[in-house]
């Protein structure tokens, strides 16, 4: 079973620029996750889908990032205007269902860094 | 949503058993415990999870006490492969559908020849 899949896996750019993160979750997968893990810290859900529906986007800088998910498969994240604070890993995961007992399957993750 | 407590940092030698222990004093009722891994430039990857007592497979064991204030991840017999950051989380099953991991800092693993 091909598992999640993300790019570009790193990415620079500087303050003030735009970028986008593709995502493709495990097929079948109804439920994914966007999460922001800066250095040192644990991973920090930014927003949620369950198909093509936003189920919790509270964590969303929504001034900055936007998100969609195309006919409830693939994702993209965007950040327009990118911060200094913005460089971290931006990592996917995708799960069957709903429900806190379905385990989350994450991808590799992108590494950002903003200069 | 319960918040856990786990040692910021553990280390070991290949060979021994490893115990870490997560404290979540304010979990509820329908709260699951689930534990994850990552590796470096990895991302997380599903360990174990339990509702009480004690639950084993192949990589780990979860011991929970009947209060369930508090839970142990058992790694049993590591090897420098098992360095990783080990994540301690509760969700709740029944909250409308919706699976929210909160990840606290996790507990740093180091496995030492």
């Known amino acids: 079973e091909a598992g999640v899949a993300q790019s570009p896996r790193y990415k620079i750019i500087e303050k003030r620029q735009s970028v986008a993160f593709w995502c493709n979750p495990i097929?079948?997968?109804?439920?994914l996750y966007w999460y922001q893990q800066i250095l040192g810290q644990g991973p920090k859900l930014l927003i949620q889908?369950?198909?093509?529906?936003?189920?919790?986007d509270s964590q969303l800088p929504k001034d900055r990032f936007s998100a969609e998910r195309l006919k409830g498969v693939d994702s993209t994240l965007k950040i327009q205007p990118a911060k200094l604070e913005d460089s971290a890993v931006y990592l996917c995961?995708?799960?069957?269902?709903?429900?806190?007992?379905?385990?989350?399957?994450f991808g590799p993750g992108t590494r950002l860094l903003v200069l | 949503l319960a918040k856990t407590t786990q040692p910021i940092s553990m280390d070991s030698y290949e060979g021994q058993e490893v115990n870490i222990t997560c404290s979540h004093n304010?979990?509820?009722?329908?709260?699951?415990i689930t534990w994850y891994q990552q590796f470096p430039s990895q991302g997380p990857r599903f360990i174990i999870q339990?509702?009480?007592t004690k639950v084993t497979n192949e990589v780990a064991s979860l011991f929970i006490p009947a209060d369930r204030k508090s839970s142990t991840l058992s790694l049993p017999r590591v090897s420098l492969s098992d360095t990783a950051v080990y994540y301690c989380?509760?969700?709740?099953?029944?909250?409308?559908?919706?699976?929210?991991?909160?990840f606290g800092a996790g507990t740093r693993l180091a496995v030492h020849p």
């Open positions: 097929s079948g997968h109804a439920t």
């Open positions: 304010n979990i509820a009722t329908n709260d699951y």
């Open positions: 989380l509760v969700g709740d099953m029944f909250s409308g559908g919706y699976n929210k991991l909160i």
């Open positions: 889908f369950q198909n093509n529906g936003v189920v919790d």
């Open positions: 995961a995708s799960s069957p269902l709903e429900g806190a007992q379905e385990t989350q399957y």
């Open positions: 339990g509702y009480k």
